[in-house]
């Protein structure tokens, strides 16, 4: 088996996972009990925390737990605007964004916010000069991801963070799911980013956690009252297994950050020399450093993504479309539409993610039955 | 690199006069105290200087314990070598080396009291800093102030070889200033101030009072573990624990809400003052710092103080509130510190203590208690306890845990 599917998600670690199982076995207290079994876990909650907050170069009390990458991007969004709402009611986000921001930013709209939606250019990139030309003095929030989940492009946070230097009272949000553990963290989070959303299964832990990091000072609603754990400003019980197989695999996924990228780039560079100027096949993620280099996102004219994901599965290779529907509408908000791909190519596109865990060797064989797969079809399809 | 020794300067010391030799003295049996797990080190008190010979112990170790022993101005680790040239050359080469990074500045500094050596100190100055021009890069030489001194000193036995000067803790060797006792809370001062009294040499023992079951064992543990940190700077300390329970109790039946605070205080400083007298000190010390709270205004102090006669330092009396947590993170109590147990001074806290409350009704509202016996029983009921550096009392469970991250 051979698995490009690391974007959808990771397999677990198993050390992660013997965490999990240990905490749940023997730190099972709650930790908001006052007796000695709450503060076991009280105090491993902490450790969990700290260690994270260590490894992204944060504050402890600046990391708060969700539920998932999802909760933490609705929270940042929906919280952030009903903190400020008495201060403007503009939000700016980009037209490539995953649906848990652009649904999360559509639901404000109807709330009566008022919103802009950045285009990118054929690297599905957002343009800073269109970023200042839309910041008004309503802006209240703005969202741009770090890392494109479907093509991989790195949006150019850098800059953005240099232009909001003059908003001070904007809030800036960055959406690093796909970004962390690619060795790229200063391209994606630099002191201006006031908020920023993980999920615990895109580096190999139990799903389940997500993470907002929350600058010091920044306003923002809860989204779950209760008992007000997480400081009162996300109840429930902290699911306190895989928080702390988080904080483990988030250390082991980060020890060899340039290491594990470098073999990421070099899996993906072998492939794309091979897919290169061959009739028929458009690639959408470039061989440069604009780029993530986990995800590699091209399409096989004439050939729906959904067939080609089937026929490789059948193989034994996992990958995926880049929008899970592959049907018209799937398209019409997907990233390369924004990217201005024609739609008869962009529903022929598949997305291969990979994990410093992939070899050359997988590289080798995917190329080896592709190769197959695209003799087939290119004759079908009169590509050559 | 091998250091052969550490040579030590006293500073504060050198004003002492007569007192000298004891101060000496104290300082070398404080040391020895501190570094007996290393049975090869030699250490030589002289008069200016001492000198702790190494034979072998690794510097990096001793360095961590030196750097806490108050009474040592600055200390340098020192190579010995054979007094001849190629032997200075080797040794200096292998230091600068060692220490040197990119773009410092040095120059090399000669002392010589063995004055029939072959070559006077200007002659061994130019010698050794030609030789390392000659075979470091990027190396340049400035008078004033250069990042780097390498110091060389003939003397008549061997030469002596340095070329840093590490700061040590300062103040005064622990035991100088004579006893005293420590009145340890857990919180954030009374752990800075015993540090400061520490520091101008007086040997303290901790005065710690609880309140069972008000109290949990693990407030207890949290001070003795404070204690532990604080033993770093003094070798073992004393800790006493005082049960207190019955006492407030008492005042919390008789007296009148507004007076508790006061009348509590009082106690406890009868009792620190009574467990002086048994243990031969002559002070009290603790970690009042002024208009903090209700017990610490001046007119609370006056009503508190009452009690007695002995003399009673407030180390951290004029401090802020800010400068005692950047020291408290400096000497390593904060994180304990501001763990969140319940301790004696907070579980009989009055909703409004009196911030001004008058001595003449504290002394009237004593009166309908039963002191003495109280006292009395208090003191029946005390537990001393040894405590080491480092050593640890809290659940060491989590230290455990953390494997699992």
């Known amino acids: 088996m051979i698995y490009f599917d690391n974007s959808a998600t990771t397999q677990v670690y198993l050390a992660a996972l013997d965490t999990y199982e240990k905490v749940s076995k023997e730190i099972w207290g709650n930790p908001s009990s006052l007796h000695k079994l709450g503060d076991r876990s009280h105090q491993l909650l902490e450790a969990s925390r700290k260690q994270m907050a260590d490894l992204l170069g944060v504050q402890p009390y600046e990391i708060f737990f969700t539920s998932s990458g999802s909760e933490s991007d609705n929270w940042a969004l929906k919280g952030t605007a009903l903190a400020k709402k008495e201060f403007g009611n503009h939000i700016i986000t980009s037209s490539v964004e995953h649906a848990a921001v652009s649904n999360s930013v559509r639901a404000l709209e109807d709330l009566g916010f008022r919103v802009t939606v950045l285009p990118v250019d054929k690297d599905g990139r957002v343009d800073p000069d269109d970023l200042k030309a839309a910041l008004d003095h309503e802006t209240i929030l703005v969202s741009i991801m770090g890392v494109n989940n479907e093509v991989g492009s790195i949006q150019p946070i850098k800059e953005i963070s240099q232009i909001l230097e003059d908003y001070p009272n904007v809030t800036f949000h960055v959406d690093n799911v796909q970004a962390l553990g690619k060795n790229i963290w200063s391209e994606v989070f630099t002191p201006r980013v006031d908020l920023m959303s993980l999920s615990s299964h895109k580096f190999h832990a139990p799903r389940g956690v997500g993470i907002l990091y929350k600058k010091a000072g920044k306003m923002i609603k809860p989204l779950i009252d209760g008992g007000g754990q997480e400081k009162a400003l996300r109840s429930s019980t902290e699911n306190l297994p895989a928080i702390a197989a988080t904080a483990k695999a988030m250390r082991l996924y980060l020890e060899d950050e340039k290491k594990n990228a470098e073999q990421e780039a070099k899996v993906r560079e072998k492939i794309i020399a091979y897919l290169k100027d061959k009739p028929g096949i458009h690639i959408f993620s470039q061989d440069n450093d604009k780029f993530a280099p986990s995800i590699l996102c091209f399409a096989l004219e004439g050939i729906r993504g959904e067939t080609l994901v089937h026929t490789l599965e059948d193989k034994g290779i996992f990958t995926s479309t880049t929008s899970a529907c592959s049907s018209r509408s799937g398209v019409e908000g997907s990233t390369l539409s924004a990217m201005k791909v024609d739609d008869s190519i962009a529903t022929g596109a598949i997305r291969l993610s990979f994990d410093p865990s992939n070899t050359l060797e997988e590289a080798d064989k995917f190329i080896d039955i592709f190769d197959d797969i695209y003799q087939h079809f290119a004759e079908i399809n009169h590509l050559k | ?405």
């Not at chain 2, 990074?101 to 000669?110: A, I, P, S, W």
């Not at chain 2, 002659?123 to 050794?128: D, F, M, P, R, Y």
């Not at chain 2, 540090?195 to 005065?207: F, Q, S, T």
């Not at chain 2, 001070?223 to 006492?247: D, H, M, Q, R």
């Open chain 2, 1 to 405: 690199m091998q250091y052969t020794e550490v040579m030590v300067r006293y500073g504060e010391l050198s004003t002492k006069g007569k007192n000298r030799k004891d101060f000496i003295g104290r300082l070398a049996g404080n040391i020895t105290k501190l570094l007996n797990d290393f049975p090869e080190v030699e250490i030589h008190p002289k008069h200016d200087r001492m000198h702790i010979v190494l034979n072998g112990a690794p510097f990096e170790e001793i360095d961590q314990r030196l750097k806490r022993v108050f009474g040592i101005q600055t200390y340098s680790p020192t190579i010995k070598v054979e007094k001849n040239l190629d032997a200075i050359k080797k040794a200096s080469l292998e230091l600068m080396q060692a220490t040197f990074e990119d773009g410092m500045t040095f120059k090399v500094n000669t002392r010589r009291s063995d004055h029939d050596f072959e070559y006077d100190t200007n002659q061994l100055n130019s010698i050794i800093g030609d030789y390392l021009f000659a075979n470091m890069d990027n190396l340049k030489v400035q008078m004033k102030k250069p990042d780097l001194v390498l110091r060389i000193e003939v003397r008549n036995d061997a030469i002596y070889i340095s070329n840093q000067l590490l700061k040590g803790a300062g103040g005064m060797p622990v035991g100088t200033a004579g006893k005293a006792v420590m009145m340890l809370s857990g919180g954030i001062d009374s752990p800075v101030a015993s540090y400061l009294a520490l520091k101008r040499g007086v040997d303290i023992e901790m005065v710690h009072f609880f309140s069972p079951p008000y109290t949990t064992d693990k407030a207890l543990a949290k001070a003795k573990e404070l204690t532990g940190i604080l033993a770093n700077y003094s070798g073992k300390i004393n800790f006493i624990a005082v049960p207190f329970a019955e006492i407030q109790e008492q005042i919390k039946e008789k007296l009148p809400e507004g007076y508790l605070m006061t009348i509590q205080r009082r106690f406890m400083l009868q009792l620190a003052d009574r467990i002086r007298e048994m243990r031969g000190g002559l002070a009290i010390f603790n970690g009042e710092s002024v208009g903090q709270v209700a017990s610490q205004t001046l007119e609370s102090m006056v009503a508190i103080n009452d009690v007695t006669s002995t003399p009673v330092l407030r180390p951290v009396a004029t401090m802020d509130k800010t400068e005692i947590i950047k020291l408290a993170e400096d000497i390593g109590t904060f994180d304990l510190s501001i763990e969140p147990f319940e301790d004696c001074c907070t579980i009989f806290a009055p909703p409004r203590p009196k911030t001004k409350p008058k001595l003449d009704e504290a002394r009237k509202l004593e009166d309908r208690l039963d002191v003495e016996g109280l006292i009395q029983r208090a003191l029946d009921g005390i537990e001393i306890t040894p405590i080491y550096p480092n050593q640890k009392f809290m659940d060491d469970q989590a230290q455990i845990d953390m494997d699992l991250l």
